[in-house]
């Protein structure tokens, strides 16, 4: 396995010498592009770093550089004479330690805790990016579902268009995706971020934040409403940007139920943010919310309302099963004695999530059968193991009967009725 790691530092160094030179004779457009690079290879960096905490510093470097690019486009930088040497561009600095020794006195305890709350704030900054992923999905990835992604595209054609002279044309800000469990919300999320591209050149993707709502409740409990507003704050600093909520109902359930001091402050904080009062008047800032549930009819009135569009992810029917179990097996170079047909009958009421489960079934089992050998190859060592080429067959009848054993739809009809009603109500 190559590493790429050492060619991606010495390329990230050289790009951002070549900026700061440029900076340094007011070459502010093309150092906006070298800093541009720069974030890219960063983040790249941080998807090919060894452990967490050198992937969070790799995702906040990206971010910064990013924002050092902005800055320059947007006219912010001093004049060239004031650009001394050393003199960067505001993001771009390290926070040097004040000059004059120790300090002592009030002086000094207002310095201490500034320090602490700067690390308290580089805690949650380095948390949220932590919450970064590069989505590379893409629309063709997603088996099926094409009236719900031609829905989703229609809204940020909406909202990213050029509106006419002297006309302002409302933007899709807040969208919600529910529907059973693995239809694909978080694969649609993930797509409609990486189609939020401002480059194609370039090839630049919107900044995607991928937030579990269980998990920012358990894990920043007591911080979590201070997490939510550094987080829209780096996404706006990030624009075009996503935010993913995933497992909204865990958070804004009917407030009728009891909640947590802490629980409250956050659903507030969320409520303020999918408002979107920061960005008011703000034609250069689009970050689009995503929240996905499972139990849409648990939600508070007052957060509905807060969603220009809620979107029904249903389970795949015959076509979108067809499309899904094609990405799985024909476009993966397996070949089936039974048709594809059959097959789409066979997996009637499966999610994607379940097809996907049934595919791996059905391919691991024939794998097994054909490389028995396998498993002992470990004890030999690694190079053994890589050394060997996998045996694959025909797929066979009994493959796809013995996994359509062992993998049943977790959806009943009953609940997906139930989605379906809720939909006719919102639309009343």
């Known amino acids: 396995m190559v590493d790429l790691s050492t060619d991606l530092r010495r390329a990230l160094v050289q790009t951002l010498e070549r900026a700061r030179k440029r900076y340094l004779a007011g070459e502010d457009a093309r150092a906006a592009a070298d800093y541009e690079l720069a974030s890219r290879l960063a983040l790249k960096l941080a998807h090919n770093a060894p452990d967490r905490r050198s992937e ?139 189609a939020l591209r401002r480059s194609a050149r370039h090839e630049t993707r919107a900044v995607f934040y991928n937030v579990k709502v269980s998990s920012l409740m358990s894990k920043y409990f007591g911080e979590s409403a201070r997490l939510v507003s550094e987080l829209y704050g780096q996404a706006r600093d990030a624009s075009p ?67 220009d569009k809620k979107v029904l992810i249903p389970l795949p029917d015959a076509a979108s099963r067809a499309a899904i179990l094609n990405i799985h097996f024909a476009a993966k170079g397996f070949a089936s004695e ?34 028995p050998e396998l498993a002992e190859l470990v004890d030999r060592g690694l190079e053994a193991v890589r050394g060997y080429r996998l045996r694959v067959r025909q797929l066979t009848r009994a493959d796809f009967e013995h996994a359509a054993q062992r993998i049943t739809p977790q959806t009943s009809p009953e609940e997906m009725e139930q989605f379906i009603r809720w939909q006719e109500s919102m639309s009343v």
């Open 241 to 307: 940007s996503v935010v993913f909520l995933d497992e909204f109902d865990a958070l804004a359930g009917s407030r009728d139920r009891e909640d947590s001091g802490a629980e409250r402050r956050l659903l507030s904080t969320i409520l303020a943010e999918l408002d979107g009062l920061a960005e008011k008047g703000r034609d250069d800032i689009y970050v689009l919310t995503i929240a996905a549930t499972n139990r849409p009819w648990d939600l508070d009135e007052a957060v509905l309302s807060r969603f």
């Open 338 to 371: 039974v048709p594809l047909e059959e097959l789409v009958e066979m997996t009637a009421g499966y999610s994607g999530r379940e097809l996907e489960r049934f595919a791996k079934e059905v391919q691991n089992r024939m794998i097994a059968e054909m490389n």
């Open 56 to 194: 969070y510093k790799h995702k906040k470097d990206a971010l910064r550089f990013r924002e050092v690019g902005k800055r320059l486009l947007a006219g912010e930088a001093p004049p060239v004479h004031e650009r001394g040497r050393g003199a960067e561009p505001a993001a771009d600095r390290q926070d040097q330690p004040a000059a004059g020794g120790r300090a002592s006195g009030a002086a000094g305890l207002e310095r201490r805790a500034g320090s602490v709350a700067r690390e308290d704030d580089e805690a949650l900054a380095s948390a949220v990016a932590g919450l970064i992923t590069a989505s590379s999905v893409t629309w063709d990835e997603i088996g099926g579902l094409e009236e719900v992604k031609r829905e989703i595209k229609y809204a940020l054609a909406l909202s990213l268009a050029q509106a006419p002279e002297g006309v302002r044309v409302s933007r899709f800000r807040n969208m919600m995706f529910y529907g059973p469990p693995g239809t694909g919300k978080t694969l649609l999320a993930a797509a409609t971020s990486n």
